[in-house]
């Protein structure tokens, strides 16, 4: 049996407080390496929200909220994770693909750890992140399927390089968090952030067309499709300024069906963020 107990996350930004909040809840430890404050706490509300939540419908208690969050450890220089003895090293940074090869290069070379790594994109392959690195045979990539940790799932990429006992430890992880593999072909932005981002995009071409609110949009989708939350809901739970990452990201796939509509960009105008901001294309005051 691998022996997993901390995991180690390169930045909280993107999807990255679901997986924190998965890998606590299932008694493991996080060690956050973020050297913005305001980001990191920004990442934090996030989680506390998300266990809040999870109170009010009787799911956890005040109790496991405490035990939870005392597993989270906040470190400011890279070279600390060696001192943590992280067994698993998780990218969760900006979905921009040379923002992911800088990440990339900053691990080889100031995190000594011979772990393995897993990035996070949802727009980009593994082959475009990695390039020539030596880090290959170290790599996966996963795509964390909206909402983790609700809907427990990820999408699951490795390269030809990629040893078998690298993907034996990442499948052990996701095991223990009861995260459930789906074994794909390296991709860009394959089915989950894919199929979101286009629902997406409809939902604001139907907004602008019918003057439909957000919140009817949902409902319809919910109700009439029977889905567990609204897709304008998961937008805004992902971070609307991510949303609009992803899009341009995928804009190099296709550039005539990947725009950023004038809806989300007015709404970034006015700092509306998602539920951070308390404002997305929902309320949340």
């Avoid at 040379?98 to 593994?126: A, D, G, H, Y």
Wanted: charge should be negative; include cysteine; charged fraction near 30%.
């Amino acid at each position: 049996m691998v022996k997993i107990t901390k995991i180690g996350f390169y930045g909280i930004r993107n999807l990255g407080p679901g997986l924190v909040q998965t890998v606590i809840n299932k008694g493991l430890s996080a060690v956050i390496y973020e050297k913005d404050y305001d980001v990191y706490q920004s990442g934090l509300n996030i989680i506390e929200r998300n266990i809040d939540s999870e109170i009010e419908h009787w799911g956890l208690t005040l109790k496991d909220k405490k035990v939870m969050l005392s597993r989270i450890e906040h470190i400011e220089n890279l070279s600390d994770f060696s001192k943590h003895d992280i067994d698993i090293l998780v990218e969760s940074v900006e979905e921009r693909l040379q923002r992911k090869r800088e990440v990339r290069e900053k691990i080889k070379n100031e995190v000594n750890m011979n772990i393995p790594i897993i990035f996070t994109s949802q727009t980009n392959s593994l082959k475009d992140i990695l390039e020539e690195s030596d880090l290959k045979s170290k790599s996966v990539n996963v795509h964390p399927v909206p909402s983790v940790p609700i809907y427990r799932l990820v999408e699951f990429f490795k390269n030809d390089e990629t040893s078998d006992t690298t993907y034996e430890i990442v499948k052990e992880l996701f095991s223990k968090i009861d995260l459930k593999i789906v074994e794909m072909k390296d991709g860009a932005g394959l089915v989950g952030p894919r199929v979101l981002i286009s629902t997406i995009l409809e939902a604001c071409d139907v907004m602008k067309e019918t003057g439909i609110s957000p919140e009817k949009f949902d409902f319809v989708m919910k109700k009439g499709l029977k889905m567990y939350k609204g897709p304008l809901a998961i937008a805004d739970e992902i971070g609307l300024d991510n949303i609009k990452m992803w899009i341009e990201e995928l804009s190099k796939i296709d550039s005539s069906v990947y725009k950023v509509p004038e809806i989300l960009k007015n709404l970034l105008d006015k700092g509306y963020t998602g539920i951070k901001a308390k404002q997305g294309f929902l309320n949340y005051r």
